[in-house]
Every structure is written in structure tokens, then in C-alpha cells.
């Protein structure tokens, strides 16, 4: 039987931080991965998506360059671009992979517990101090009469895989992958609708947000079910016929971008006595199992399905597991999760959104910002948007919605700070290149000092320093 320091289960995002980090450690890493290193993120997920939003959007600017005053004779289409794609994808796996796992044991296969100290991978079985799981999430099929009867459905997991565009797609869900995916097909050439049983795109977000992406979609020719309830799906002459109760959609191929469900087999978990439900694996703050020298990171823990919060979570289990004391610094909760849907306009949330911090009582005061008041963005033909802070007279930052050029990168001064306790005059005291786009964070955090001008108290200083 081998020993290594640490085995890594799944390398996704969080297992391939655990496993470069254990490395530069000196520790000696056992990486595991069933399918393609890189996990969803890279192969399936975040990079390819965007990939192929870039080509919509290159398309998308090429045929309107009249908004910029710019008239040429064009004759553009798409003819390749998931190869484009599949391409950048290939020549990003081949140049970073191959240092990552420089000083760690990449073996490739399905890992199965045979105790809690004992993985088994193709018969070969191996033993560490630590064990981190790591394996991520698979798309969630709803149970839609007749959906699964259809041939070839497409998911972000075969998605990219597919040799032409279609005429024609209906997408259900409107979350992140299916706004995101509806934009960039449509934008390539596709007929695209979506259905979705939410009251509008991007649930989790912030409405009146989710308002300005629906107009600009309309715009795009998407067609949007919000609200839907989707009873069926059945092929019709060759077609894809998908029966809601506020219309029924035919199209060429389907795309189910519904949710996400753990990958947890065929990790035989009871074997190694370790706790999960429907949701994923249970950890402690920590990303603790309940058997405490094994840590689950990322999406197979359920508490935020996001890269980004898998990679940090991964650097924080394997720190805890290294250290000798259970410092606060390491908990998971003391981090907030910043996220952003990648369309145009994008879309960026950290905290709370203005329902939910109503929902909790909070006495709130809430700032917003059109984009369209800034020279900056209406110069670079992208008015559409606003920006909008939940803050209270004290002028304390309880989340931030943006929707407008630019998101996801605004998105990141707020995130900051939120956890780093900072306030409204912070913001607004610190200087921002002019004309940047982040111009707009100090815009709106000034926009709350003049309010606070014309409090009671404000004036009747003004009055008395005359």
C-alpha cells in the first residue's frame, strides 16, 4: 500500500488548490481524478463559457459598430466557434497543468473509500494523513415528462462538444449557465428561448438587475418564460417541442441548465463512516467531515457552488489541516462569496440583495446609481445598468448589486469591503483613476456623504460656522 502526506480526491478547482499548495508545502500529494484534470470549471464550465461569450460578443459588436459612428460593408457569421473554443481550452490544460503537478502523483480513475484511511483506485490502494474530497457537482436532469426520452440533450458537460450551432435551442433555467448560454448563442446565430419556473433570470440576485439583462435580451430577439412551468417535452417531427403554461417552444436541440446535484459516487462514503445528505457532504466551518482528517472542499459540500469559493475553501482546509490550532482565520464563514453572471450587461452581487435585507428588518438605506450618469460608460456605449449599495445611515455596507459594464470586476471593492468592515466614507475617501469604470463606486459612496449633508444636524453646522 502507498503513503502519501495527503490524497486529493477530484481536481477541480478546490482539489487543485489543495494540491498545488500541499506540494509548495513539501508535503507529498496523491491527485486523483476520474475524468479530465481541471474538473468542470476549466473543461465544461467557466472557461469555455466564456470563451464562447467572447465570440458572441465579438459578433455582436462587429454588426453594430454604427452606435459608434463607424459604417463599412460586412459580411460576418459564425462559422467555428466551439472550435475556437475546444482549441483555447486544449492550450490552456497543456500549459498550466503540466507545472501544477509537477511535485505531486497524478493518477487518473475513479477513487472509492475502502475505510476512512484507505482509498482504492483501480485496485491499487493508497493511504494519507489527510484526505481531502473534492469532486465537485454534475448537472441536475428535472423530472420533466418525457425530458429524459429526448435524445442528446445537451448540458454544459456535452455542450461544447457539439460540431454546429443550432437553429434553433430552447434553454431550461435561467440562472447563470442558461443567461449566459442564451446570450451567446443567440448572439452566434441561434433562435434561443428560455423557460424557467423563477420570477426572473438570475434568481439569487437582485430583480430590478435581472429587469435591465430581460430588456436587453428582448432587444437580442431571446425569447424569456419567466415564471413557467414546463409539463412536458416530447420530439415531434424531428423538432423539440417543450409545452409550458405560458407557451410552447420547438426547437432544434434542448440545453438543461436547471441546478446541480453532489458527484458522491462511486466514493462509497459509508465505508469511511463519513456524514452527507441530498445536498452534499457534511463539513464542519472548517470543511471538516465528521471524521476530522477528512475535509470535503468545493461544490461536493453544497455550501457554494462557485469556483472561486472552491479554490478558497481548498486553501483554507489545508491550512487548518497543517496547523496545529483551530484558528478563527481559517473558518469559512468569516469570507464573504462575491459572484457574477458574465453576460452583457454583466451581473455582480456581494451580501445582501435589497428583498433580503427587507426580509430581515434591516433599517436600510439604498443608493443607486444609473450607469447612464457617468460619462465614462455612456461614452463607451454601455449606459445600460445601474449600480445600487444597501447601506444605512451609519453608513455601513450590508451588500451591493451591480448591472452594467464592467460588474464583475466593480463587484470586488465591496466585497472588500464588506469583510473588512469598511464603510460608505471609506470608499468615497480613497481615490479612483478618472475616468475608470470603478469611478462609479466612488460616485455612488459620495452620493451617500450629500445625502448625509442634508441632515439636521449638517445644517445647523453650516448655519454656525457662517
Known amino acids: 500500500m502507498k503513503q502519501f502526506d495527503i490524497i486529493v480526491i477530484g481536481m477541480g478547482p478546490a482539489g487543485m488548490a489543495v494540491s498545488a499548495m500541499g506540494s509548495a508545502m513539501g508535503l507529498s500529494v496523491l491527485a486523483i481524478e476520474k475524468h479530465k484534470v481541471g474538473g468542470e470549471c476549466l473543461n465544461c464550465g467557466c472557461i469555455p463559457s466564456k470563451a464562447l461569450l467572447k465570440a458572441g460578443e465579438a459578433l455582436h459588436s462587429a454588426r453594430n459598430l454604427k452606435r459608434y459612428g463607424l459604417d463599412g460593408e460586412l459580411h460576418l457569421n459564425a462559422s467555428d466557434p466551439m472550435q475556437v473554443v475546444r482549441d483555447k481550452i486544449h492550450g490552456i490544460n497543456d500549459k498550466k497543468f503540466q507545472k501544477a503537478f509537477e511535485r505531486a502523483t497524478l493518477v487518473k480513475g475513479s477513487a472509492e473509500f475502502v475505510d476512512d484511511r484507505t482509498v482504492q483506485v483501480d485496485g491499487e490502494s493508497y493511504t494519507a494523513k489527510k484526505i481531502f474530497i473534492a469532486t465537485g457537482t454534475e448537472p441536475f436532469v428535472p423530472p420533466i415528462p418525457g425530458l429524459k426520452d429526448v435524445p442528446d440533450i445537451l448540458t454544459n458537460m456535452n455542450m461544447f462538444e457539439i460540431e454546429k450551432m443550432p437553429e434553433s435551442l430552447t434553454i431550461i433555467g435561467g440562472g447563470a449557465i442558461g443567461s449566459e448560454m442564451a446570450q451567446a448563442f443567440a448572439r452566434l446565430g441561434t433562435k434561443v428561448a428560455v423557460a424557467h419556473m423563477d420570477p426572473h433570470l438570475v434568481p439569487v440576485g437582485d430583480e430590478e438587475a435581472a429587469r435591465v439583462l430581460e430588456d436587453v435580451f428582448a432587444k437580442e430577439g431571446i425569447t424569456v418564460y419567466n415564471g413557467a412551468k414546463i409539463t412536458g417535452v416530447s420530439m415531434v417531427d424531428g423538432k423539440i417541442v417543450t409545452v409550458t403554461d405560458k407557451g410552447t417552444l420547438t426547437s432544434e436541440r434542448i440545453l438543461v441548465a436547471a441546478g446541480r446535484k453532489p458527484v458522491l459516487e462511486p466514493l462509497r462514503l459509508e465505508r469511511a463512516g463519513i456524514e452527507f ?38 486553501m483554507l482546509a489545508l491550512m487548518h489541516a497543517m496547523s496545529p490550532f483551530s484558528l478563527s482565520m481559517l473558518k469559512r464563514e468569516r469570507y464573504v462569496v462575491p459572484w457574477s453572471v458574465f453576460t452583457e450587461p454583466e451581473i455582480a452581487q456581494v451580501g445582501l440583495t435589497e428583498k433580503e435585507a427587507r426580509a430581515r428588518g434591516l433599517n436600510i438605506q439604498v443608493m443607486k446609481k444609473d450607469f447612464r450618469a457617468y460619462g465614462r460608460t455612456v461614452a463607451d456605449g454601455h449606459p445600460e445598468g445601474f449600480i445600487k449599495i444597501i447601506t444605512d445611515g451609519r453608513g455601513r455596507i450590508h451588500g451591493a448589486s451591480i448591472v452594467g459594464e464592467a460588474a464583475s470586476e466593480l463587484i470586488h471593492e465591496w466585497t472588500m469591503a464588506i469583510q473588512y468592515k469598511k464603510r460608505m466614507y471609506h470608499v468615497m475617501m480613497m481615490q479612483h483613476a478618472f475616468p475608470s469604470v470603478s469611478m462609479i463606486n466612488k460616485m455612488i459612496a459620495e452620493d451617500w456623504m450629500m445625502e448625509k449633508m442634508k441632515s439636521g444636524w449638517m445644517q445647523k453646522l453650516v448655519k454656525w460656522l457662517k
Open 277 to 314: 445528505t441530498k445536498k452534499g457532504i457534511t463539513v464542519d466551518s472548517h470543511m471538516r467531515t465528521n471524521r476530522s482528517h477528512i475535509y470535503a472542499v468545493g461544490d461536493c459540500n453544497g455550501q457554494s457552488l462557485l469556483s472561486h469559493a472552491a479554490m478558497h475553501q481548498g
